[in-house]
């Protein structure tokens, strides 16, 4: 959706996805800098209102004071704080991973551990629909991306049957020149024992090795079990994206 002025200045723009077939549709806009509070905005989000019959979701990213202020305007309610956290690979202080006994880790294999891996990342992201709702196709279409890399992603394994409990999948941004901490996850079962602290730790002392200078990661500001490791391993909030949403 383009928003011209008069003169065919191209004034805002915005974007709906509606293909969540649970979720309300989600939304993205923006305006030109010079071309800021003078309402344009708030035209854009009440034309998405009206589009999506009040059932729509917002994204607004580094969670601008400006932004806000439209949030209020259109009447939408924070949903979701996403944050970025980041921390220095150089000079890697960390200490060495200590696993659980019983529990080794490994690379993941492309052609044996898809299936394995799907079921235990559906297990740890039962209350995250969106990750936890991956499918063979979606796995598929990451192992074919450039940056997929099977050396940095990790699988804690119990040693006495081999079943996977845990994982830290890695992703090199090259082009910035950052390390991320893609995702990871532990099965229920095995949460609250270190597992996601080592975990972690070998995924960063990865991609240190690389020569990344910068590690990143994101993670929502409720999920304060993982907050909690992260900063207990140096990370800190580089940004934060806040997603709104209609009531109904």
């Given at each position: ?66 932004a806000r202020h439209l949030a209020r305007v259109l009447k939408l ?11 220095p690979l150089t000079d890697l202080d960390l200490p060495e991973p ?145 997603m709104y949403r209609t009531e109904n």
């Open positions: 959706m383009l928003l011209r002025l008069p003169d065919g200045t191209l004034a805002g723009y915005a974007q709906l996805d509606g293909s969540d077939p649970v979720e309300s549709p989600a939304a993205e806009l923006l305006v030109a800098p010079g071309l800021r509070a003078r309402g344009h905005g708030r035209a854009l989000g009440e034309e998405l209102l009206r589009l999506t019959g009040r059932r729509l979701r917002i994204w607004a990213h580094g969670g601008h004071p400006a309610h924070l949903f979701r704080e996403l944050r970025q956290l980041r921390r200590v696993w659980p006994e019983g529990i080794a880790v490994r690379a993941f294999v492309p052609g044996q551990d898809e299936e394995a891996w799907l079921e235990l990342n559906a297990a740890a992201f039962a209350h995250h629909p969106e990750q936890g709702g991956m499918t063979p196709r979606d796995l598929a279409d990451r192992e074919a991306e450039p940056w997929f890399d099977p050396e940095g992603f990790f699988l804690a394994v119990r040693e006495d049957g081999g079943e996977l409990v845990g994982f830290h999948w890695t992703k090199v941004h090259a082009a910035e020149e950052l390390g991320e901490v893609y995702v990871v996850g532990v099965r229920p079962g095995a949460q609250g024992g270190g597992l996601g602290r080592a975990l972690t730790t070998t995924g960063l002392r990865h991609l240190a090795s690389r020569g990344l200078p910068t590690g990143m990661l994101y993670v929502d500001a409720d999920n304060v079990p993982a907050v909690t490791v992260y900063e207990r391993l140096g990370f800190t909030t580089y940004e934060t994206d806040l």
